[in-house]
Antibody, heavy 128, light 107 residues
């Protein structure tokens, strides 16, 4: 079945770096955009970043622009989120999610889709 | 950025009740509006996309309506498994933005 599995979370000090991975299975990975969404403890959902199906287009929330980098390796069915200069307010559960809505999705339309397949999340804690 | 204002923030209902949650966008989203359900400790689940389309596998008691800037999610007859938090999200323009959530509680 379609699955996304995040890894790479942990406890780091402010200013340090972390790289999250999102491994996909059960679908044609290189046909879908992939998002990262985070959720602070007790809080709501916040969108972080989006990468197009081929990696040519990337979009970021203002709060992470210049510090986080999204990338993908379609040969390994994996998306990455490199997080540098981490701050306390980056503490959250980080989810990756596939951009697709309904029964059929088209690679070039990735930008407007809802998020239909989510991973279980990986926890990032930034604390001194 | 498009701001999403969701109301109410919490809602008490009994099994069998009809409930409605509203979401207002600060500008036109051209119906690129999605609804999610999140149970405690779990990842969100897509319920409704493009304002009114039911995601595959989602029970028909869930429905969405609205256009432009004003949207609603309706549960026609609340079931025990529906007590959860619900979020709207616009996917018209990055940064994508979510509403602050509506927690549906058992009365």
């Amino acid at each position: 079945q379609m699955q996304l599995v995040e890894s790479g979370g942990g406890v780091v000090q402010p200013g340090q770096s972390l790289r999250l991975s999102c491994a996909a299975s059960g679908f044609t990975f290189n046909s879908y955009g992939i998002n990262w969404v985070r959720q602070a403890p007790g809080g709501g959902l916040t969108w972080v970043a989006l990468i197009s199906y081929d990696g040519s287009n990337k979009y970021y929330a203002d709060s992470v622009k210049g510090r986080f980098t999204i990338s993908r390796d379609n040969s390994k069915n994996t998306v990455f989120l490199q997080m540098n200069s981490l701050r306390g307010d980056d503490t959250a559960v980080y989810y990756c999610a596939r951009a697709c809505s309904g029964a059929e999705c088209y690679p070039h339309a990735y930008y407007y889709y809802g998020l239909d397949v989510w991973g279980q999340g990986t926890t990032v804690t930034v604390s001194s | 950025d498009i701001q999403m204002t969701q109301s109410p923030s919490s809602l008490s209902a009994s099994v069998g009740d009809r409930v409605t949650i509203t979401c207002r966008a600060s500008q036109n989203t051209y119906n690129n509006l999605n609804w999610y359900q999140q149970r405690p400790g779990k990842a969100p689940k897509l319920l409704i996309y493009t304002a009114s389309s039911l995601q595959t596998g989602v029970p028909s008691r869930f429905s969405g309506s609205g256009s432009g800037t004003d949207f609603t999610l309706t549960i026609s007859s609340v079931q025990p498994e529906d007590f959860a938090t619900y979020y709207c999200q616009q996917s018209y323009n990055t940064p994508y933005t979510f509403g602050r959530g509506t927690k549906l509680e058992n009365k």
